[in-house]
């Protein structure tokens, strides 16, 4: 973003330093383990900070940041983990991928969209841990459960 769109370093630090409350909020009050509650809390966490930093750069209002970063977090729900041999390559570097596209999607939703939200941030961060402590062992990053089961390497 920066290269494409000249932010300069401070616009930069500003935006990271908006991700890093966004995680830290969600670190505090819920978990950023997938261990202890999925994907969600991993991907969907990290799509939530990338979302409030894109909005950060492109001088959104704080309402629409807090609705971008809600907003990526809801749309991670139930996301299991299940590392295919219990490692970080199949499915996560695509699931990575995909909330990276899906933060600069929320940047687009919240610009036009953030007057009709009824979910605040600070109820999906609650709604996430209930629902990661609600998953199966099998699916927190165990490589139990999921495409770790049905996948074979050959």
Not at 8 to 32: E, H, M, P, Q, Y
């Amino acid at each position: 973003m920066q290269d494409k769109n000249g932010f300069t370093d401070d616009d930069i630090i500003n935006a990271l330093a908006v991700a890093g409350l966004i995680g830290n909020l969600v670190r505090t009050n819920a978990s950023i383990s997938g261990a202890e509650c999925g994907c969600q809390a991993e991907v969907g966490t990290a799509c939530s900070m990338s979302a409030g930093a894109l909005c950060e750069l492109f001088q959104m209002t704080i309402d629409q940041i807090e609705y971008a970063s809600e907003m990526t977090i809801e749309h991670h729900l139930g996301l299991t983990c299940d590392p295919i041999c219990g490692l970080v390559q199949i499915p996560c570097i695509e699931r990575n991928a995909v909330a990276a596209m899906r933060a600069i999607n929320a940047l687009s939703l919240a610009n036009f969209l953030s007057d009709t939200r009824k979910i605040s941030f600070d109820l999906i961060v609650k709604t996430m841990y209930q629902t990661g402590k609600d998953l199966k062992h099998n699916y927190r990053e165990t490589a139990e459960g999921g495409l770790a089961v049905h996948y074979k390497v050959k």
